[in-house]
């Protein structure tokens, strides 16, 4: 899960970007309105977490640019002004969720969760796929119901493909949901994390889509399911 | 204590009244009893006359010695309508001129002492008695004899003090009528003044509505100054609600610096990271403090009042080329470390004039003023410094701050966008406020790189 953070204040900048590190996303963090704007255009995140007092570019400025220009990301506004008219001005501007400062990194993350899930246009907390299943809310992976040990990059790898499951995802893109800007990366990062996947999860799992990149293996029946 | 005032007023009024009612009174009292008795004399002295001429013209040849008592002298008849009388009061005597006496009323007229020489009105005692009479003396028409008509002194002051009582009671059984309606009045009059009091008794601290009672002239100025005064403490109530839900708002940033910073710590795993987390979170903790340094000295500068109204608490000569000295000094270690070229301007003129005010407050205005400039001039800048008899001016270059929003700086809490240092957005306004506390007046330009705050003498 890659996610564009928008903050200026450093204190509240560096601990988000730890604090959501440590839950298993890949943050990246602008603390000016211009930067921020721009990387939401280029870059292809899951969510993004705006901050509405910035310097340079308002907060409800750079929303209202993004859903201009037919960005669809979903957006997590943060702020200090907790007044009725700005919780009401962000929801109409496009914001899908609002949180008043102090919050607890608890409460962001499980926002943040729901988020995600109605994005990718799922319902249930847990996805699922053949006889894995994923609980993103406490990064624990099962199968057949027994819990896997995955390291926070395998986490997120699985967490990607069964949030997309029907498409196939290149080297490329895996990297840029992996990896935050910033963040090396080794040239064969990917496949080593699917090779890992793969080993302990089944050699079907992911199956190699040869000159596109990789793509979740087909299930074996329609009656395996997770948890049997 | 209203109460008690209140009622005294009207306690007083009634009072003052009853006195002065007395004292009129009592002047015309003895007025009207020095008339009464030039008036009582008058008409006796005309009733004793009229009686001695008669009785002087009388042929005493004839007379017997003694005439019978009067009492006895006429029929019970002639006595019905005898009228209100008192006629022990009055007397006669007839005297031959060598004091014999030859008729009298037998009553009191034969204890007239003889007055050889009477002629008309003298005041003497009786024979064997203190009383005072009022006597004419009159020789008779054939000067044979000599003929006494009194009467008694008491008698005639009984009756002036009498006519006195008759004119003045009515008035005494007025009186506590006519000081209960005073009081009634005055009660009634008075009925506004206790509604506006009690309208300030009930009322609410924080309500600053003004007072609609119609009230009499006499006491409009009061409630005037009591509504204005309500305006202002609404003023100030209000500045001071702003305050708190700014003060409230601006804090919320760090604090959510620091929760976040802490459950930070508190879910790494990583030694590294939670170290990390730690420092971020005294850095949170220091500017935290600062910030709130900085909003208890504003709330202390917001809540005096302006120069115009009362003057600074402390009253100091302070130099300003000595703050401004001290102020550069502190600045020093970051000037230099900076790497910062600081100019201080020969002052152009007179030296600056000194100026009486609170020195601590005053040097915090110039450090705020120099701190700033340190702080947003870009490493390898310039500041420059002049102090001469109009102003102080501190100036910068290398800022980020558009021109056009010169006039919000100083507002409290903002902060132009782009500001990379960090800060309250309070500095400003601290210094501004000093300022306006001194009569002095704080004015930022900016003229393409450079950007200048100036306080004007």
């Known amino acids: 899960m890659r996610i564009l953070l928008i903050e200026d204040d450093p204190i509240i900048g560096d601990g988000l970007k730890a604090g959501l590190a440590a839950l298993g996303y890949a943050v990246d963090w602008f603390a000016d309105g211009p930067a921020g704007l721009a990387a939401g255009k280029s870059a292809e995140y899951d969510a993004a977490i705006l901050d509405l007092s910035l310097p340079g570019l308002d907060g409800f400025d750079i929303l209202r640019q993004w859903r201009g220009a037919g960005l669809a990301l979903p957006v997590l506004v943060l702020t200090a002004r907790s007044g009725l008219e700005e919780r009401v001005e962000g929801l109409n501007l496009g914001a899908d969720d609002y949180l008043g400062k102090p919050f607890a990194l608890e409460e962001l993350n499980a926002r943040l969760r729901a988020l995600l899930r109605r994005s990718h246009g799922q319902a249930a907390p847990v996805l699922a796929h053949g006889p894995v299943s994923f609980d993103p809310e406490r990064r624990q992976a099962r199968k057949n119901g027994e819990e896997i040990a995955l390291s926070p990059k395998e986490t997120m790898l699985l967490e990607l493909f069964l949030l997309n499951k029907n498409s196939v995802l290149s080297k490329n893109r895996i990297e840029e949901k992996l990896y935050p800007w910033g963040e090396e990366v080794m040239s064969n990062a990917v496949g080593v994390h699917v090779h890992h996947l793969r080993r302990k999860l089944g050699e079907d799992f992911i199956k190699t889509v040869h000159g596109l990149g990789y793509a979740l293996g087909t299930v074996p029946g329609p009656t395996s399911g997770a948890g049997r | ?457």
């Open chain 2, 1 to 457: 204590m209203k109460k008690k005032q209140r009622w005294s007023l009207r306690l007083r009024l009634s009072l003052f009244f009853a006195i002065l009612l007395l004292m009129t009174w009592s002047i015309a009292l003895v007025w009207s009893w020095l008339e009464n008795r030039a008036y009582i004399n008058e008409f006796f002295d005309t009733q004793q006359m009229l009686f001695a001429k008669r009785l002087a013209a009388a042929d005493f040849g004839s007379l017997t010695r003694q005439l019978p008592d009067t009492e006895d002298l006429f029929p019970k008849s002639a006595r019905v309508h005898k009228g209100e009388q008192e006629d022990d009061a009055l007397g006669f005597a007839i005297f031959d001129r060598q004091g014999r006496l030859l008729l009298s009323d037998d009553e009191n007229g034969s204890n007239f002492i003889f007055a050889e020489k009477g002629n008309g009105f003298a005041n003497s005692r009786l024979r064997g008695e203190d009383d005072l009479w009022r006597i004419v003396w009159l020789p008779s028409l054939d000067g044979r004899a000599l003929v006494a008509v009194g009467q008694e002194l008491d008698y005639r002051a009984d009756m002036v003090l009498e006519m006195l009582a008759g004119q003045m009671l009515p008035w005494l059984l007025l009186l506590p009528v006519l000081l209960i309606c005073l009081a009634v009045i005055v009660g009634r009059e008075l009925a506004p003044l206790r509604s506006v009091a009690a309208n300030l008794e009930k009322r609410a601290p924080a309500d600053v509505t003004p007072i609609e009672t119609e009230v009499p002239a006499e006491a409009r100025p009061l409630v005037r100054s009591l509504n204005n005064l309500f305006l202002r403490v609404g003023s100030l109530l209000r500045r001071e609600r702003t305050f708190i839900s700014d003060a409230a708002h601006e804090l919320r940033t760090p604090l959510a610096g620091l929760s976040i910073q802490a459950q930070v710590a508190q879910i790494a795993k990583d030694p590294a990271a939670r170290a990390h987390a730690l420092e971020q979170l005294m850095a949170g903790i220091k500017r935290a403090s600062r910030l709130t340094d900085q909003l208890l000295m504003l709330f202390k500068l917001e809540s005096q009042q302006d120069s115009s109204q009362a003057a600074p608490p402390r009253q100091d000569e302070v130099d300003w080329a000595e703050l401004l000295t001290e102020a550069l000094a502190e600045a020093q270690g970051q000037v230099e470390g900076k790497n910062l070229q600081l100019r201080e301007d020969p002052p152009a003129g007179p030296a600056a004039p000194a100026i009486t005010g609170n020195r601590d407050l005053l040097a915090i205005l110039l450090r705020n003023l120099v701190s700033n400039a340190v702080k947003y001039t870009p490493p390898g800048g310039r500041i420059e410094v002049a102090l001469d008899q109009r102003g102080l001016s501190i100036a910068n270059s290398g800022h980020q701050v558009p021109a056009e929003l010169a006039p919000r700086l100083g507002e409290r809490f903002f902060r132009p966008p782009g500001q990379r240092e960090p800060g309250s957005g309070l500095g400003l306004s601290i210094a501004r406020r000093i300022a306006q506390l001194h009569g002095l007046r704080l004015v930022v330009r900016i003229k393409s790189d450079w950007f200048e705050v100036k306080v004007l003498f």
